[in-house]
């Protein structure tokens, strides 16, 4: 009984360990922007800045603020993309720190 059980788990684990994988290259691939008066932010879900575009026309005293704005408007729609896909793959686990 205890065999089979092991079994499953160890089961259970290579197909979180694939779902994982799926996840890790989806995130790889995807895009999540966030504009904001002529300042764009493009970050994919490992959270790397993909793209920063400012409008020539963004007054230089506003640039700083909006740059950081939309970088982190931008990272948080990745941070939160991510989490809900774990929490999907989970199917459910009650695991800490996935909302």
Do not use: C, H, W
């Amino acid at each position: 009984m205890v065999f089979g059980q092991m079994g499953d788990m160890i089961k259970q684990a290579r197909e979180m360990q694939g779902k994982l994988k799926k996840i890790k290259e989806e995130l790889k691939n995807a895009r999540y922007e966030a504009e904001k008066f002529g300042v764009k932010a493009v970050v994919d879900g490992e959270m790397e800045i993909k793209d920063l575009i400012v409008s020539p026309t963004v007054a230089p005293n506003q640039m700083t603020k909006l740059v950081k704005e939309v970088v982190n408007e931008a990272l948080k729609k990745s941070k939160d993309d991510a989490a809900k896909k774990l929490k999907e793959a989970a199917g459910g686990l009650n695991i800490p720190g996935l909302g």
